[in-house]
Structure formats: structure tokens, C-alpha cells
């Protein structure tokens, strides 16, 4: 190895060392990116399941019906969040209306597909209607 390339491997190098924290930018951006695509991608199949599994009884759109406390509501949201709502559909109300819905609990559902469903139903979040009765929209 002359000094030639030896100094061509201090260039490369020197470049690489500098362009790094670019590189490591560009890479957040690019995570950043993915996640976004990622809850996009779960919130369509979010919507699905949401419409053929939990509309009959929560509402088209989280209002809540008779039997069942709506989901769009800023009470509700402010009193759960995103592991807790996730555990009650996993698992169900034991003793009421509410079934578990993973599979590994005697459910329809793959731990994926509850993923999906409250990222969806956490997209309400941001406009939730006042609704200090949720737990009783019927009455
Ligand atoms: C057969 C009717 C029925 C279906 C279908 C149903 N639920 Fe429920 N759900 C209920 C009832 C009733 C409750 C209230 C249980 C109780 O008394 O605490 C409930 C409670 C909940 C709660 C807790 C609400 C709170 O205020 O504590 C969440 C979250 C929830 N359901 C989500 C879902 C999701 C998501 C689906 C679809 C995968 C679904 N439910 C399907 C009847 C249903």
C-alpha cells in the first residue's frame, strides 16, 4: 500500500465520518416514514374490522348504541389509553355484552388485527365529542 492510497483511505474515511450524521437523519426521516405508512396501513384494515366486528354495538362511528358505552368520547379517551384499550378488547368484560376477541383468549381475532382496530378507534381521539355519559349513550 503506497501513501497514495493510504491517503485516499483518510478522504474515504474522513467522508464517511462527516456524512454520517446526514445519513443518520435521513434514516430517522425515513423510520419516521415507515411508521406513518404503518399506522395508515392499520387504520384502513382498522376500519374493516372495526365496521364488521364492533359497529353492531359501539356505533358506526364510536356513538354507542343502547347496550353498549360509546368509544368516540373525549371522557372515555381521557381515562384510556392506547395498552388499556387494547387489554379490554383482548380480553373482553368478563360477565357483560363485551367478548374477547384475540384468539388466544377463544377469540375471532389475531393480536395484528386488535392492533389495527384500536389504532383505528384512537384516530377519534383528536375530535372527540364531549360525552360525559358514554358509559350510557342509550339512557
Ligand atoms: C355484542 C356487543 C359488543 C360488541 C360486538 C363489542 N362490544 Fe365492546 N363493549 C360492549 C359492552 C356491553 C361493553 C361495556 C362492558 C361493561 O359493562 O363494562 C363494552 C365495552 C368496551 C370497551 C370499554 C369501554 C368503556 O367505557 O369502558 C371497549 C374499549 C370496547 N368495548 C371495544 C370494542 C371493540 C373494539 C369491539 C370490536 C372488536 C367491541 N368492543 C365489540 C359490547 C360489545
Given amino acids: 500500500m503506497g501513501a497514495r492510497s493510504t491517503s485516499a483511505g483518510v478522504v474515504v474515511l474522513v467522508l464517511l465520518v462527516a456524512a454520517f450524521p446526514g445519513y443518520r437523519a435521513v434514516e ?32 358506526d362511528s364510536g356513538e354507542g348504541m343502547d347496550n353498549a358505552p360509546a368509544l368516540n ?13 387494547h387489554h379490554i378488547v383482548e380480553g373482553g368484560v368478563p360477565g357483560t355484552e363485551m367478548p374477547a376477541w384475540w384468539n ?26 364531549d360525552r360525559p355519559d358514554w358509559r350510557a349513550p342509550g339512557s
Avoid at 39 to 59: F, P
Avoid at 107 to 128: C, F, H, S
Wanted: glycine share 8%; hydrophobic share 40%.
Fill in 104 to 129: 388466544e383468549f377463544g377469540g375471532p381475532l389475531t393480536d395484528e388485527q386488535i392492533r389495527a382496530i384500536v389504532t383505528y378507534v384512537l384516530m377519534w381521539v383528536k375530535n372527540a365529542p
Fill in 28 to 59: 430517522a426521516g425515513r423510520r419516521d416514514e415507515r411508521a406513518a405508512e404503518r399506522r395508515a396501513a392499520e387504520t384502513v384494515v382498522g376500519r374493516q374490522l372495526y365496521a364488521a366486528n364492533c359497529a353492531e354495538c359501539h356505533g
Fill in 73 to 85: 368520547s373525549k371522557q372515555f379517551f381521557a381515562s384510556a389509553n392506547e395498552k388499556l384499550v
